[in-house]
């Protein structure tokens, strides 16, 4: 992350998906995500991302809530440059 993670529990999905591509290296990589329902489409498309692939991020489907799933994320993505 060149910015530092993005809190989720203060934000709306968009808001969310919206800072975290800004934060991101690779914004051009991600499409702007769609509805709150869809979030777990979005995010498989980042976990399965080259630069992150490696990182063994929680995979979206198994989790309910996107902020849980964000939560858990967004520290293993910190010092992305």
Partial sequence: MAHGAVNPLSMTWQQWADAAILNLNDTWAFGRAGS????????VGLVRAPNFA????PDPYQFSDWREWATRIFPMLEGDH
């Fill in 54 to 57: 490696q990182r063994v991020l």
């Fill in 36 to 43: 709150e329902a869809e979030w777990q489409d979005w995010a």
